[in-house]
């Protein structure tokens, strides 16, 4: 047995391994929503109504079984496009017609990434019009659905291109240590797409204006003030014409800071609770989550560009999943069967990254409870459980591998314990 058939076994143990192991995850999350589908919990007894609760149990495993459906998907898309022949037989064609220069090897990655697409689409559109539709979150139409899509593929195309042809140049003309100059190139354009995205990416999709004067707005700028944080403004943005889901965020870097709050969050919350909401990711930022997830972050993908680099000249990775290079290398199949291979070998660690975030989370609504009232981002926090129908029973070994937040129940007594200490 060649070393191409050992690492083709290895990375069929691991995608049938996942498979297994996702769909068992799935089985006990299921079991748990449902075997509490009768009654709220006690820690949200009087807090949150029955019909409250039983939505947010169908909705999740609703979308639990039609993530399978999808997940099976995937699993065959990737089967066809290694071992398959797919992605050979991209190969072959753009090669034959274009050669193998940096644009035909863009050529090949915009291909499988256009068949990639093209199969998730149906799975996003029966997401959005009958999932969330069904349970009354869906406020788009199909037009803005359309117009999305569109606009995403251009953007993608537009900011894909110069970096993919970059890091392909850099490859060619860099000599040995191209990963480093690569990854160096990544994540200049990484942090200039997050200086733009406020003012000319996110406009493309949404309307964002400033937040009126009134109460609300004298709270948080009280709260921006206590804590000592600078920004570019306080924005309101149109999420209801696409979901009646509520949430707020903080986007760019630097003196490129926006608060963004959603329409649907400040119908729903009171001004009090809409501050304890702002000062939980006001503390992501104060206490450097975002740059710790970004250092994390751009670490990993150093690592990566130098695993590439070793892979990329080794025939076993290619021949290992389905792909003869019959017409000379070809670094656009090497960065394509890499993208698929790495979460393949990553997902059990998957916990892990879980974990990391669970814990910044606990971090911020400790620190919100520090710069605003506490009991008021417990009734905020149950509003958006109750409105967003996240499930209040999920299980423990589910919540490892997929939650980025802490459960419910957990967060609530959480930030109980530490209202006690103030």
Same mark, same amino acid.
């Given at each position: 047995?060649?070393?191409?058939?050992?690492?083709?076994?290895?990375?069929?143990?691991?995608?049938?391994?996942?498979?297994?192991?996702?769909?068992?995850?799935? $089985?006990?999350?299921?079991r748990s929503i449902q075997i509490n589908r009768g009654a709220v919990?006690?820690?949200?007894?009087?807090?949150?109504?029955?019909?409250?609760?039983?939505?947010?149990?169908?909705?999740?495993?609703?979308?639990?079984?039609?993530?399978?459906?999808?997940?099976?998907?995937?699993?065959?898309?990737?089967?066809?496009?290694?071992?398959?022949?797919?992605?050979?037989?991209?190969?072959?064609?753009?090669?034959?017609?274009?050669?193998?220069?940096?644009?035909?090897?863009?050529?090949?990655?915009?291909?499988?990434?256009?068949?990639?697409?093209?199969?998730?689409?149906?799975?996003?559109?029966?997401?959005?019009?009958?999932?969330?539709?069904?349970?009354?979150?869906?406020?788009?139409?199909?037009?803005?659905?359309?117009?999305?899509?569109?606009? =995403?593929?251009?953007? @993608?195309?537009?900011?894909?291109?110069?970096?993919?042809?970059?890091?392909?140049?850099?490859?060619?003309?860099?000599? !040995?240590?191209?990963?480093?100059?690569?990854?160096?190139?990544?994540?200049?354009?990484?942090?200039?797409?997050?200086?733009?995205?406020?003012?000319?990416? +996110?406009?493309?999709?949404?309307?964002?204006?400033?937040?009126?004067?009134?109460?609300?707005?004298? $709270?948080?700028?009280?709260?921006?003030?206590?804590?000592?944080?600078?920004?570019?403004?306080?924005?309101?943005?149109?999420?209801?014409?696409?979901?009646?889901?509520?949430?707020?965020?903080?986007?760019?870097f630097g003196r490129n800071k926006r608060i963004v709050l959603f329409?649907?969050?400040?119908?729903?919350?009171?001004? !009090? !609770?809409?501050? +304890?909401?702002?000062?939980? !990711?006001? /503390?992501?930022?104060?206490?450097?989550?975002?740059?710790?997830?970004?250092?994390?972050?751009?670490?990993?993908?150093?690592?990566?560009?130098?695993?590439?680099?070793?892979?990329?000249?080794?025939?076993?990775?290619?021949?290992?999943?389905?792909?003869?290079?019959?017409?000379?290398?070809?670094?656009?199949?090497?960065?394509?069967?890499?993208?698929?291979?790495?979460?393949?070998?990553?997902?059990?660690?998957?916990?892990?990254?879980?974990?990391? =975030?669970?814990?910044?989370?606990?971090?911020?609504?400790?620190?919100?409870?520090?710069? =605003?009232?506490? /009991?008021?981002?417990?009734?905020?926090?149950?509003?958006?459980?109750?409105?967003?129908?996240?499930?209040?029973?999920?299980?423990?070994?589910?919540?490892?591998?997929?939650?980025?937040?802490?459960? +419910? +129940?957990?967060?609530?007594?959480?930030?109980?314990?530490?209202? @006690?200490?103030?």
């Amino acid at each position: 047995m060649n070393s191409a058939e050992i690492f083709e076994i290895v990375f069929l143990l691991f995608l049938f391994g996942n498979f297994v192991l996702k769909y068992y995850l799935d $089985r006990r999350q299921v079991r748990s929503i449902q075997i509490n589908r009768g009654a709220v919990p006690a820690a949200f007894a009087g807090k949150i109504t029955l019909e409250a609760h039983q939505k947010a149990a169908d909705y999740s495993v609703e979308r639990i079984k039609f993530g399978q459906l999808a997940r099976i998907t995937d699993l065959g898309f990737v089967l066809i496009a290694t071992i398959g022949g797919l992605i050979q037989w991209i190969y072959g064609e753009v090669s034959g017609w274009l050669g193998g220069d940096t644009w035909a090897q863009i050529v090949i990655i915009m291909c499988y990434g256009f068949l990639s697409s093209l199969i998730d689409l149906p799975f996003s559109w029966y997401s959005t019009f009958k999932i969330e539709a069904k349970y009354g979150f869906n406020t788009t139409t199909l037009a803005r659905f359309i117009k999305d899509l569109l606009l =995403s593929a251009v953007l @993608s195309l537009v900011l894909g291109i110069p970096i993919l042809a970059a890091v392909l140049w850099i490859w060619n003309a860099a000599g !040995e240590f191209w990963w480093f100059w690569a990854w160096l190139a990544y994540i200049l354009f990484i942090l200039a797409v997050q200086w733009i995205y406020p003012t000319f990416i +996110a406009p493309l999709f949404n309307k964002f204006t400033p937040l009126p004067d009134g109460e609300l707005k004298t $709270r948080l700028e009280g709260l921006l003030s206590r804590i000592g944080f600078a920004s570019k403004g306080l924005y309101v943005m149109d999420a209801s014409k696409r979901s009646a889901k509520g949430n707020a965020y903080m986007t760019g870097f630097g003196r490129n800071k926006r608060i963004v709050l959603f329409d649907t969050l400040l119908n729903k919350m009171t001004p !009090e !609770e809409t501050e +304890a909401v702002l000062a939980h !990711e006001l /503390g992501h930022y104060k206490l450097h989550h975002i740059y710790k997830m970004m250092a994390f972050s751009f670490a990993f993908s150093l690592l990566f560009f130098w695993i590439l680099s070793v892979l990329a000249d080794c025939s076993w990775f290619y021949e290992g999943l389905g792909v003869t290079l019959s017409h000379g290398a070809s670094h656009g199949v090497a960065l394509i069967l890499f993208s698929i291979a790495v979460p393949v070998f990553l997902f059990p660690l998957a916990p892990l990254t879980s974990l990391f =975030s669970r814990k910044h989370e606990f971090e911020a609504d400790a620190f919100a409870v520090r710069y =605003s009232n506490g /009991g008021a981002l417990i009734s905020a926090l149950v509003k958006l459980f109750s409105d967003n129908a996240a499930t209040l029973t999920p299980d423990p070994l589910y919540s490892a591998f997929y939650s980025s937040h802490p459960d +419910a +129940a957990i967060r609530i007594a959480t930030i109980q314990k530490e209202m @006690s200490k103030a």
